[in-house]
């Protein structure tokens, strides 16, 4: 059977392979990566830990944000009230939800309204399967098919490639790509049905509970972490104003966002 620590040898063999004929530059950048992952599983990294409150609102613009027991209070409401900068139309002003209750679009928005309600019974149709449960609360390392789950170590020390031993990550990480905070956020917006707002929330919750930076399978691939980060960001814009998403739902959400990012 093979084991992490098997995985972990043939992977630097391999690495080292393909690193013959490369530039001095490219062999510099390829060893403070590693170095940088290493670091990270040995929890010298400061990456590794969910950042602190200061460590947050230091790196906001102290003119608008000076340091105060109500920063967190300020920048909830500053996300639900800017004008700036600007969305992709029709999504900030509420026309695209508008439109989507006139008749012609009844179909459409009767699709959207079953799909939206398939993710809070928490089934969901992904890459041809048919519908996947991944649990209830939604096991976040689960691969349903095989009914594998992902070790929970050090990103860098998962061979996610090893069916035997992870499972199909590509059926794990489709759902962590949370493309369905898309989904969820358009269907509050055309029904104002705080239930999928709440349910974007629980999921938005438990994915941070259950990933803590750097850690599990859904950090090892930067391609991943990048539609993660994107599904995030469209979920700001769908949820303002939804009374679930708290100052310190969002709060903590900026946080891994921002490791999302330094991940990359």
Excluded at 166 to 179: A, P
Aim: with cysteine.
């Amino acid at each position: 059977m093979t084991t992490v620590g098997d995985w972990r040898l043939r992977a630097v063999i391999k690495r080292l392979e393909k690193l013959r004929g490369r530039s001095v530059k490219e062999l510099t950048e390829r060893a403070l990566q590693a170095l940088s992952a290493e670091m990270e599983f040995r929890g010298i990294s400061s990456t590794v830990r969910e950042m602190s409150d200061t460590a947050l609102w230091s790196m906001l613009d102290y003119r608008e944000f000076p340091p105060r027991a109500d920063t967190v209070d300020r920048v909830h409401a500053h996300f639900n009230e800017r004008e700036e900068p600007e969305f992709f139309a029709g999504l900030r002003n509420g026309q695209s939800a508008e439109e989507m209750q006139r008749p012609r679009w009844a179909n459409e928005r009767a699709r959207l309204v079953a799909a939206a309600d398939a993710v809070l019974a928490g089934r969901f149709h992904l890459l041809g399967h048919g519908e996947l449960s991944y649990g209830s609360p939604i096991d976040w390392h689960l691969d349903p098919v095989s009914h594998k789950q992902a070790p929970r170590v050090h990103w860098s020390r998962i061979p996610y490639l090893d069916a035997e031993l992870v499972g199909d990550h590509k059926v794990i990480w489709e759902v962590n790509r949370h493309q369905h905070f898309v989904l969820l956020g358009r269907a509050y917006q055309v029904t104002r049905d705080a239930r999928y707002a709440e349910c974007f929330v629980s999921h938005l919750t438990s994915w941070m509970d259950a990933n803590p930076p750097k850690e599990g399978v859904n950090w090892a691939s930067s391609l991943e972490v990048g539609y993660r980060a994107i599904a995030w960001l469209w979920a700001l814009e769908l949820f303002r104003g939804a009374s679930c998403f708290t100052p310190a739902v969002l709060a903590r959400m900026l946080k891994y966002l921002y490791t999302h990012g330094r991940h990359l």
